[in-house]
């Protein structure tokens, strides 16, 4: 009878995986203060009055209902990163691009309707929320197979506050580069010197989910003495390349397969070096080395390795992804030049040719939604809004030119698009050079090796570069492109895809509850990006004014 009874239980147990969920998870966005570090005493926003913030977990087919509630002084909003939304742009949760913020005290349901397969996270999305520590990983799990899985999330942790670090940046008068500054990094959710233990069983096959949340660094990591299969590229499928390391941008996650040895009498280290590329070498500091165990049995000797002699990297380029989509035709290409420039008022600002983000008065998206025919004027969205008109259904090619000294991680939220190539490009010395810099430029142009390219949402720009990018306008919406190291974006490192606004008005409309919130805040949310009818866009504050550097 017993046994029966399980049997049964099991049965249930495991028809109840095969059916779509609903995962209600529900977040209190709080303050706390904290010391996370041992050195970072601070004020921080995290969930339920904790940190760090549990990873949320879901399966193909789910819905995941992510109620937030906002208990911050001012207004707030979450994104998922790497869901493409298609047909939700309202939930995207970009502020002021697809909503007016969650108004303090009150609470907002985004329901996320999980068709994606892969490796995400969920981040604030209204100014500094996620630097600030809003932002856990959301993994959601298939039926591919392996013995069992291990999820990295890695952060930098500063001393400073967002705003403080953004006035060091930015603020009238400052030297550019400013003063360096050298976080500690966070290895899910706790200083990286207490990394935890994994453990391998010998012969077996692990899944290892890697997430860099970080706003500013990079991370590497690889095990010693073992061969990663690198399986996934934010959330895209790729066909497994066998590499010694990854090296993770901002905002980037991967996947690798690990088969452990076949006998179990040594165990190994992971490693996890963080650092910019971008800043001064500084031993300890930049960069920094953290090293956890890789257990095969309790108390057996370490074994050391030495490194691979050429020790292999995973490049976008050598990826490819699973799907076997060929290179897209390309309608129209864009042409996009990064950099960062003194502005006549004394602050540094960042831009994309030639313009620096400013949020509208009112969420891109509503004026997509209300200006009817109009909406296909890009001026319209107004003129730090940066706005490119997109036609439904086209195929682009954007090229992400970086003539400076910092690498960029460039986010596009609602696509992912495929890397097809990279390319030299001419260095401007505006924010003066690096050596990484000048040897990139010298590199020569480069396609993508595999069978097809790979897709990701976020792809690195080095210094001295550019990277030709592709997708096809099928997700009708507001939708940003942003550099994703925070204090670029605060700099003005941004701007906006309006896709397909016919369409758009055809198919979607602003929930009750957020024309609410946008009501509440006096924010309006019919007009243009100065919040009024028509053409006029009195109101918005003047852009600031480049300073033009002789080269
Ligand atoms: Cu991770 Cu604008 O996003
Ligand atoms: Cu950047």
Known sequence: MRFLLAALLSVLLLAGSAWAAHVNVYWNVTYIEADRTGDTHRRLITVNNAYPIPPIHVTLGDTLYLHVHNMLDEPTSVHGHGLLMNGTNFMDGAGMVTQCGIPPGESFTYKYDIIQRGTFWIHGHYNHHNSDGLRTPLIVHDERQYDGEYLFFLEDWYKQSYHERLRITTGPGTVFPPPPTFPHALINGVKGELAKP??????????????????????????????????????????????????????????????????????????????????????????????????????????????????????????????????????????????????????????????????????????????????????????????????????????????????????????????????????????????????????????????????????????????????RADNPGAWLLHCHMDIHMGMGMVMTFVEAPDVLQETQRIPRQMADFCRKLNIPIKGNGAGNQGFDLSGLSQPPKKVEIPS
């Open 198 to 471: 994994i453990h391998f069983k010998k012969g077996k096959t692990y899944r290892i989910r890697l997430v860099n949340m970080a706003i500013t660094e990079w991370f590497k990591f690889s095990i010693t003495g073992h061969k990663l299969r690198v399986i996934e590229a934010d959330s895209e499928y790729c066909d497994p390349l066998e590499v010694d390391g990854v090296d993770i941008g901002p905002a980037q996650r991967y996947s690798v397969l690990v088969t452990a040895h076949s006998d179990d009498q040594f165990n190994f280290n992971y490693n996890v070096t963080m650092y910019a590329s971008f800043i001064p070498v500084k031993p300890g500091l930049n960069p920094r080395h953290y090293q956890g165990l890789v257990e095969y049995k309790k108390y057996a000797p370490l074994k050391k390795v030495a490194e691979p002699k050429r020790f292999v990297w995973a490049e976008d380029l050598n990826l490819s992804s699973l799907s076997g989509q060929k290179p897209l035709p390309v309608d129209r290409q864009i042409d996009l030049t990064l950099g960062g420039s003194p502005f006549a008022n004394g602050q540094v600002l960042d831009i994309i040719n030639n313009v620096t983000y400013a949020e509208p008065k009112m969420p891109t998206l509503y004026s997509a939604l209300s200006l009817g025919k109009l909406a296909f004027n890009e001026s319209l969205y107004g003129p730090q809004t940066h706005a490119i008109v997109l036609n439904h259904l086209e195929y682009l090619e954007v090229v992400l030119r970086n003539p400076n000294s910092l690498p960029h991680p460039i986010h596009i939220h609602g696509h992912v698009f495929q890397v097809v190539s990279s390319g030299p490009e001419e260095i401007s010395p505006s924010l003066g050079v690096t050596e990484v810099e000048v040897q990139n430029s010298k590199e020569p142009v480069r396609n993508y090796t595999g069978r097809v390219p790979i897709s990701r949402d976020t792809v690195v720009v080095p210094s001295g570069r550019y990277i030709k990018i592709r997708f």
